[in-house]
């Protein structure tokens, strides 16, 4: 009976991770009661797994399928809360706590699809089950476990298990130690100016941070490193063209020496995913991550990328040229990698005299945020009203409902948080706390957060463009989530392929350039006045600047990548950096020198054991989405409710309950065309010579 009165008592005490409310209890929440709380759901999770996997449980979709799809849901929930509140307001406790609690609970996860009983199960509903009698969302929901389950090796004999669990043991070590060698490598390297005159040509924010960096390092002078806001700043801005070779080459050495020697790692981490591959019946680690997401194929990706690059080609000769031709003008006989950055932004200056901080009186975060509010609501026919007074984890942070006026159903709710903090990471982000089914009455719950710049005593918070997209883009993520109408939870919300979520996202940011939109809460702070037509101008013109070039060197890496993952071989033990800089000086401006090493530092490729690998292309591939779904918007009005009403029925409430490619072609009435990037990048035409 003890035991029994053990659990109440955690139970209680432990109760807002443990019960799912809303608005959740965000004020109760204390890093003490994660520990307990999870461990007692991971007991009862895995009870239900045990139940769930019992010979007597009937093969039906409704008694195997739909039970696993709501099985970890407590679980999800306990994690989803202390995973935010680590990111927004850790403190020493919580972070132990967190860390303490995430090793068992993600080998819990990796238990279920090794689960012989229930793969067992999961098979014989498949074989035996009447597919016409499912829905649609059913059959696709169980074709995708079965699916799932053989990727994570469900299908595979004891030995093949064993050897798959000692693969990705070995990726998780392999991956960590890259990650480390890069963090630590960049961390080792300084550069300590004490002749300011070297300096020249550095704004006055960089030089202020070199110096408050070297006083904190306990050193006179100015401290230069290779951690990304010193390096940019150096690489654009340097007029010394010695000390801008020395910096360049400090970063291309990265990792690629003594004990943090990266190079080795690379040929066993493609080693690894290669076997891994090929264990689970794939030609390469390519086709495996893959077969899931909207390219379908390595080879299908590859080709995506090489038709851009076919495209970008023109463009970019005739950027390259007038850069060259800039330089002679300045006296550089050659452009070297370290003269690119520094160069370009003289043109810029002398192309487009637009500084960027001139927008900022025109974007005051409360009015962009209501403006937005208000236009998506007119265009996707919703409600969004602030809810006051709901326990949150910081004073600055608010708490929205979203209504469907049509129905009067309750979508769901979300927390925006915009501020930087002391406890908080850095970025931007969007999470969803609740995957509800609001047509059952249960709303679904998400965020949205930022660092964007925040309000001084003298004025309100003004952003630049960069962090108004952001916010756009963030709550195009929101809207994918709390929008959902879809069932089968693991089949809802941005729960959909790699290559297909950012579409929702990055289609919103279509608006922050549009005259119309911008008219709508882009206002002085202090006049009200709109942005005059020439800023405005010249902020759509610096747009393109330069795009051939930012294209190229995104398709570069995304072709190195599929090329590594697909054709070279790592068995051979071949030179991986030779072979990755033959492909990339195809898709840079200046020559390579013959150590070029940024691939020892690709953290996106080989931080973790699947990261960004083989999936770099969904950065392209989201822009093409995006760029063409918008054009349905340009050309029937980018406040029309028609239109967003159908991309909301099509796109934003489907999740995954069908294949992406298909959801696409049921909005747009065809697949894809890229011609819309290339227009809005301004490398459609061929431009007279
Ligand atoms: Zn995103």
Request: proline share 5%; charged share 30%; glycine share 6%.
């Amino acid at each position: 009976m003890k035991a029994n009165r053990d659990v109440k008592n955690i139970s209680e005490s432990c109760d807002p991770l443990l019960v799912e409310r809303q608005p959740i209890a965000f004020d109760q929440i204390k890093a003490e009661q994660v520990e307990p709380a999870v461990h007692l759901l991971l007991e009862q999770m895995k009870a239900r797994l045990n139940d769930l996997s019992a010979p007597h449980v009937p093969r039906t979709y409704r008694d195997v399928l739909a039970v696993l799809d709501q099985m970890t849901e407590p679980l999800d929930f306990a994690m989803a809360v202390t995973r935010h509140l680590e990111a927004v307001t850790t403190y020493p406790e919580l972070r132990a706590a967190y860390n303490a609690v995430q090793g068992p609970v993600s080998q819990f996860y990796t238990s279920i699809a090794l689960n012989e009983g229930l793969w067992e199960a999961i098979k014989a509903v498949d074989q035996t089950a009447n597919k016409d009698a499912l829905a649609p969302v059913e059959r696709r929901f169980l074709e995708k476990t079965v699916s799932d389950f053989r990727r994570a090796g469900a299908d595979l004999d004891a030995a093949g298990k064993k050897k798959l669990e000692a693969l990705n043991v070995a990726l998780t070590q392999v991956t960590t130690k890259f990650a480390q060698n890069v963090l630590d490598a960049t961390n080792a390297w300084e550069l300590i100016v004490t002749d300011e005159a070297k300096l020249a040509g550095l704004p006055e924010s960089a030089l202020v941070a070199a110096r408050e960096s070297a006083k904190a390092k306990g050193k006179e002078g100015w401290r230069l490193t290779l951690q990304a806001p010193s390096y940019i700043a150096s690489m654009t801005y340097l007029d010394d063209r010695a000390l801008r070779q020395e910096i360049w080459e400090a970063t291309n050495r990265r990792a690629t020496e003594g004990e943090r020697d990266n190079r080795k790692l690379i040929l066993e981490i493609l080693r690894l995913r290669r076997e891994k591959a090929n264990l689970l019946g794939y030609r390469d680690f390519a086709d495996l991550v893959l077969e899931e997401r909207m390219a379908k194929s390595g080879a299908d990706a590859q080709r995506f990328l090489e038709d851009l690059h076919e495209k970008t080609a023109a463009h970019y000769e005739r950027e390259n040229a007038s850069l060259a031709e800039l330089g002679r003008e300045l006296g550089y006989q050659t452009i070297e990698p370290w003269d690119v950055s520094y160069l370009a932004e003289k043109q810029r200056r002398a192309l487009y005299d637009f500084d960027e901080e001139e927008l900022r009186p025109y974007f005051e975060l409360s009015r962009v945020e209501a403006g937005m509010f208000d236009i998506f609501s007119r265009i996707l026919g919703i409600r969004v009203i602030e809810e006051p007074g709901v326990p949150v984890w910081d004073p600055a942070v608010k708490y929205y409902r979203v209504e469907d006026p049509g129905s009067g159903i309750l979508l769901g709710h979300f927390y925006t948080d915009w501020f930087p903090r002391e406890n908080k990471r850095g970025g931007a982000w969007m999470d969803s706390l609740v995957t509800g089914d609001p047509d059952s009455g249960k709303p679904h719950v998400g965020l949205i957060c930022g660092n964007l710049t925040p309000p001084t005593e003298s004025t309100p918070s003004l952003l630049n463009h960069r962090e108004v997209e952001t916010i756009f883009h963030e709550f195009g993520h929101l809207v994918h989530h709390v929008l959902s109408r879809v069932p089968v939870r693991s089949l809802a919300g941005t729960s959909v392929p790699w290559d297909f979520v950012e579409l929702p996202s990055q289609i919103m940011e279509n608006w922050t350039m549009e005259r119309d939109a911008l008219n709508l809460f882009a206002r002085h702070y202090q006049t009200g006045e709109p942005i005059p037509e020439q800023l405005f101008q010249k902020m759509k013109r610096a747009r393109t600047f330069r795009a051939a070039n930012l294209q190229m060197r995104q398709l570069g890496f995304g072709i190195v990548d599929l090329k590594l993952h697909r054709e070279f071989d790592p068995a051979a033990g071949g030179d991986v950096m030779a072979y990755a800089r033959e492909i990339l000086a195809e898709f840079t401006p200046a020559p390579l020198p013959k150590d070029y090493g940024m691939l020892a530092s690709f953290t996106h490729l080989f931080a973790s054991p699947v990261a960004y690998g083989a999936g770099y292309y969904s950065y392209k591939w989201a822009e093409v989405l995006d760029a063409d779904a918008f054009t349905r918007f340009r050309r029937e009005g980018i406040f029309n409710a028609e239109t967003g009403g159908e991309y909301r029925r099509h796109i934003l409430e489907r999740g995954d309950s069908e294949d992406p490619a298909r959801l696409y072609r049921n909005f747009m009435g065809r697949d894809p065309d890229a011609s819309a990037l290339l227009e809005r990048l301004g490398l459609r035409t061929e431009a007279a010579a």
